[in-house]
């Protein structure tokens, strides 16, 4: 059974910078992607960024030059290092995992959450 945990989340003043963690319970290898979305009080969730089973990295045009992405594959864990926060980044930021099986999904999974609240 695959589960995802973020960590790193917290309060922090606008300009300010987290790193958040998602550590996996299994090989990260085995999903084709990754990635972070965002979702705020009365607002659809969003995606923030993606990486690939390749390394390939994909950002929502908001937080381009300010979010980076990446992954640790010995210590199955995911990262987004976030500065230059904005109030706009409030938000519950959750953990995504997906695998495929050609071009049907075969697993589709989500961590519980963490929180991103940033001051002004």
């Known amino acids: 059974q695959v589960q995802l945990v973020e960590s790193g989340g917290g309060l922090v003043q606008a300009g300010g910078s987290l790193r958040l963690s998602c550590a996996a319970s299994?090989?990260?290898?085995?999903?084709?992607?990754m990635g972070w979305y965002r979702q705020a009080p009365g607002k659809q969730r969003a995606l923030v960024a993606t990486?690939?089973?390749?390394?390939?990295?994909n950002y929502a045009d908001s937080v381009k030059g300010r979010f980076t992405i990446s992954r640790d594959n010995a210590k199955n864990t995911v990262y987004l290092q976030m500065n230059s926060l904005k109030p706009e980044d409030t938000a519950v930021y959750r953990c995504?995992?997906?695998?495929?099986?050609?071009?049907?999904?075969?697993?589709?999974?989500w961590g519980q959450g963490t929180q991103v609240t940033v001051s002004s």
């Open positions: 990486i690939t089973r390749a390394g390939s990295t």
């Open positions: 299994t090989n990260i290898n085995s999903f084709n992607a």
């Open positions: 995504n995992a997906v695998r495929w099986s050609g071009t049907y999904p075969r697993g589709d999974y």
